[in-house]
Structure formats: C-alpha cells, structure tokens
C-alpha cells in the first residue's frame, strides 16, 4: 500500500486535550449518540412497524435450529422448495439470538443501539473537518433523514459498517494513500449483513478513479492505480465470502432492475411524497443557498457521488438515509477547505464558541461508562417493568388467536404486510415480504386480485391455491366479495383484521359471525 502523511486541506483545527481534562466530561458525538438511542428506544412502535422484521426472527430461528443457511423456501405453502438463499443471514441470526435472549425490548435496543453508533462515528468525523455548530447541525439532519427508515431489521445493523468503511475510504484519499487492508473484514461482514453493501463497492471503485486523476501524470500515477486498483480487487473478493458468492452482488441488480412491479407497490420504493415538510426538503433547500450563497464548489467525483446519493433518495424513499449519513463526508472537507480560506481573506476567525469546543474534545470516561451504563440498563428496566410488544397494525395477534383457538387449518391468503408475522408464528404465509422470491408475475397476479382488477381473479386464486382461510385488513376490496362468495363466511371481525373461513370450518366459540 501506498502511504503519505496525511494532508491538513480542509481539516480543523483540533482544541488541545489536557491531562486534566475533566473524567465526567461529555463530548458532542456521545450526546448526540445518547439522544438519537433513547428517541429511537422510546419510540419502539416506530421501529416495529415494519412487518419484515418477523421473518428475519424467523429465518434466524429456522437457521439455529438447522445449522444451516437455507437454499430453497422452508416458509410458504406456495412456493415451497422455490430457490431462496437469505441473503441477509448473519443479520438475522443476531435477530433471533437476541429475541430469544431478550424479546422485542432487546432488538429494540440493539436496533437503537447501531443507529446510535452510526451517528457517533458521523459526528466525531465531522468534528475532524467543521466546527461543532456545522458537525451537529450535519449530525441533525442526517438523524432526521434517517429516523423513518430505522427499523428492526439488517440494513440497521450494518449501517455502523456502512460508516466505518465509508470512513475508510475519505480518510484514505484525503492523506493521498490507498485504504487500509483492516477495512477488507468490514466488508466481508457487511457483505453477510446486509445486501447494501454493493454500495461500498461502488465507492471504492469512484474513491479510486478519484485518487487516480489527482495523480494524473505525476510521478505517483502507476503506485496510486495499482495501490487502489488492488484494494477494491480485494473488496470484491471479500463481499464474495457469502453464501451467494456472486449472486449476493447479482441482488442488487435483480431488487433495483428487475423487480419493477414490486418496487411500484411496496411503499419503501415509492418516491418520497413532498406534499408534507420532511428532512430531505430542509435538506435540498439548505444545500442550494449554501452553494448559492457561498459558491462552494465540490470535485468532480464527490459531485457525482453527491448526485448519484441524491438521485436514489429522489427515486426510493428508503435511501434518504444513505444521503443524509454519507453526503456530510463527501462535502465536509471541501467545504471546511473553502469556508476557511474565506475566513482568512476576510480577516475573520471561524467561529470557534468554548461550549461548543470544550465538549468536541473526546469524552472523559467516566461519561462514557455511564453513557454505556444508561444504555444498557434502561432496556432492562423497560423489560421488566413494561416489555416492548409489536404494534397490531404489523402482528394481528387477536385474529390469528382466534382461528388457533377454534382449531381452523389450512392454506391461508393472507395479506402481504401480515405473512412475516405468520412466518414468525410457524404458519405457512401465501406471501410475505421475500419479494425478489416471489417474483413480479406471482405479486401482480395476487395484489390484482384482492383490489378485485379483475372479474373472477380472486375466486381463481382461492380455488387454485385451495385456500382455507383468509387473514386481510379491513377495508381490502375483496372482503366485500368474500363475503358474498358462495362457500365462505366471515368468521372473525376487529379493527385490524377480517377473517373468511371456508363454510365447511367450525363456528368460533363466543366469537363474532
């Protein structure tokens, strides 16, 4: 590897740190990581309301009790055998030891808890390059972008790694070398985490051609190509120690390119909706007349990063998140370089406030050991007292009762949102959130169905899947026909959910026609 001292452009001055800076002293990355834990632990309903979060328990359960990762479905009475490889199975054995230790209040707390990690390691790298006002108000409006989309499921528990290998790479090009070889086994779990982790490769690759033009006909061109040129060889081969191999990066294409239909219907797809103020409108606003005000400028490759981040949070709401936590690195160096070089011209000093500098110092430890304190022993004390329990919007708990209370069997059409909570509970699904498994044609023939697109669409899929019973929302379209249907009966009524059985099935027991 190529190594150089590291270059000073853009980053700030650090605040000297004494030996008698004080113990119990508290720094802005640990507040800010304190705050962003216990608003998402106190807001659990939030982090649960995802119905995936189930089958990923699920799946983790299946793979401890056959010590193995599974090849083909083991979930759905219709696609039993389909060729499926959990692509995300590290993430969810954690998932399910932790549930297992601990229920909905620990994963809960570890979900919150990787969150909270990641936006630490934002804060304290930005207090590297801008001072602490612009590092929090950056810190801030990456936790808002990234709050909707933070949820019990993988993608949480890699994003600690998504930054540390994101780190890697600014750092490395910064000091003009190529990344250090430790990054190589964050990718590799990163890579059996989560399926995001192509995005790191992509990185890579733009960090390279990056280092390569700045060394464009100088002396350093070849070790510089041939530096990066082997590091992000290495990352691919890394990302391959999966499972999958190679078809752990054919995902991403198969989810972003050949899943249309299920990007159209699967709300985390859609495109953010403008009509209501959110994060990414504060955001975009503030960059344009921070650039148009200050004429900042970006290089040439952090731009279209800048512009490739933005345009997937333009295109799918669930990468807003990628831009609010990644954007701060590509632009923060920059940045800082430019706004201080102004600064000087002007004759004016940056503003540097003694508050907001004494606490960008490291923490003292003892705050960090009652900080580690809080955060684990507030989940304990929660579990005992008030355990955290999945909101009934995503677990249908009493309509499922009461069709196992009164013995009801068989194939079950149940509704898509609802099929990772029957994976959890051992009951065969119809379908649940395994969309790349599924495929389109399946999602469309079954979505069109219940919204009754067709004349006699659900009636054909009742018969041909020789369905049972039907666990659906009130409000679907195709409960009015149910009810009509001849054969069938509504067997169970709440605010959350319907229940048809076959009219051949018991009546409950005190239960509502």
């Not at 990007?263 to 403008?274: A, M, N, T, Y």
């Amino acid at each position: 590897m190529i190594e150089a001292p590291e270059l000073t452009l853009g980053v700030r001055p650090q605040p000297a740190v004494g030996a008698a800076r004080g113990a119990w002293l508290f720094s802005w990355p640990l507040l800010v990581g304190l705050a962003s834990f216990f608003y998402c632990f106190f807001h659990s309903d939030k982090l649960l309301r995802d119905g995936d979060t189930f089958w990923h328990v699920g799946a983790g359960r299946w793979m401890f009790e056959h010590g193995r990762v599974p090849d083909a479905d083991p979930f759905s009475h219709t696609m039993p055998g389909a060729a499926w490889t959990a692509h995300e199975w590290l993430s969810e054995v954690i998932l399910a030891a932790v549930h297992q230790a601990g229920g909905w209040t620990a994963l809960v707390a570890l979900t919150a808890g990787a969150f909270a990690l990641t936006v630490v390691l934002l804060t304290r790298a930005l207090l590297r390059w801008v001072e602490p006002v612009y590092a929090l108000l950056f810190a801030g409006l990456a936790v808002g972008m990234a709050a909707s989309h933070v949820l019990v499921r993988p993608h949480v528990l890699a994003m600690p790694l998504m930054m540390v290998w994101a780190l890697g790479l600014v750092r490395a090009a910064e000091a003009g070398r190529s990344p250090s070889l430790w990054l190589l086994p964050v990718m590799a779990v990163w890579a059996n985490l989560h399926g995001g982790f192509t995005l790191g490769l992509a990185l890579a690759v733009a960090f390279a051609l990056e280092a390569s033009i700045a060394a464009w006909r100088g002396p350093r061109l070849a070790p510089t190509v041939r530096s990066w040129g082997l590091f992000v060889l290495l990352a691919a081969a890394s990302a391959l120690v999966t499972p999958n191999g190679v078809g752990g990066i054919r995902f991403t294409w198969q989810v972003l390119v050949e899943s249309g239909y299920a990007l159209q219907r699967i709300g985390e797809w859609w495109s953010p909706d403008f009509q209501t103020l959110q994060p990414l409108e504060l955001w975009l606003l503030g960059g344009l007349a921070m650039v148009m005000h200050q004429g900042l400028r970006l290089p040439p490759l952090r731009l279209a990063l800048l512009l490739g981040l933005l345009h997937l949070a333009l295109k799918h709401m669930r990468y807003v998140e990628l831009l609010g936590l990644l954007a701060p690195l590509l632009v923060a160096a920059p940045f800082a370089a430019q706004w201080r070089a102004r600064a000087r011209g002007a004759g004016q000093a940056p503003m540097l406030d003694r508050f907001f500098e004494r606490l960008a110092r490291p923490a003292g430890v003892a705050a960090m050991a009652l900080a580690a304190a809080l955060v684990a022993g507030v989940p304990v004390l929660v579990a005992r007292v008030q355990p955290v329990v999945p909101p009934a919007l995503v677990a249908p708990a009493a309509a499922v009762r009461a069709v196992q209370d009164a013995g009801i069997r068989g194939p079950v059409l149940n509704n898509y949102s609802w099929g990772g909570y029957l994976v959890y509970l051992g009951i065969p699904p119809f379908i649940d959130g395994r969309a790349d498994m599924y495929g389109d044609a399946f999602l469309k023939q079954y979505m069109e169905a219940l919204e009754l697109r067709t004349s006699d669409g659900l009636e054909r899929l009742v018969d041909r899947y020789r369905i049972g019973w039907t666990l659906l929302p009130a409000g679907t379209p195709g409960i009015a026909l149910l009810d009509r249907l001849p054969g069938w009966r509504r067997f169970h009524t709440d605010e959350i959910a319907v229940v048809h059985v076959r009219a051949a099935m018991p009546t409950p027991q005190g239960g509502q026609p």
